[in-house]
């Protein structure tokens, strides 16, 4: 057993609760939403598109303003933007032979802030 299984408590008896079962799992949501959802999360755990959507939030800008901004090439803000697009979480518009990128709803942000109220948590 390792330090980590002895941190976990447990029950000291077997006893299935059938009535709080039942109301959990007419609530689940279905495995392709869970799967989803999980893949939603996983856009968020790259540090990159983190700093990307902080930057957003303050302004639509184009992709060089975005590389000057984080530090980085075009190419590779391109790229974390693609995953962001596909994502939902961006959206762009082109003007005269610029695109700029914005946030493609509130929700991104909401997201965001719920993540910072929970790790600044004491």
Do not use: W
């Not at 390792?2 to 007419?26: F, G, M, P, Y």
């Not at 184009?62 to 901004?69: I, R, S, T, W, Y």
């Amino acid at each position: 057993m390792n330090k980590n299984e002895k941190d976990i408590e447990c029950c000291d008896l077997v006893e299935v609760h059938e009535a709080l079962l039942k109301i959990v799992n007419e609530k689940m949501p279905q495995e392709e939403e869970l799967y989803n959802l999980a893949e939603l999360f996983k856009v968020f755990g790259d540090s990159t598109r983190i700093r990307i959507l902080f930057v957003l939030f303050e302004a639509e800008v184009c992709v060089c303003d975005l590389a000057q901004a984080l530090n980085m090439t075009q190419s590779a803000i391109s790229h974390q933007l693609r995953i962001l697009k596909q994502n939902k979480l961006v959206k762009n518009r082109r003007e005269g032979k610029s695109i700029f990128y914005s946030l493609a709803d509130d929700h991104v942000r909401t997201i965001i802030a719920q993540g910072l109220d929970h790790i600044e948590e004491d």
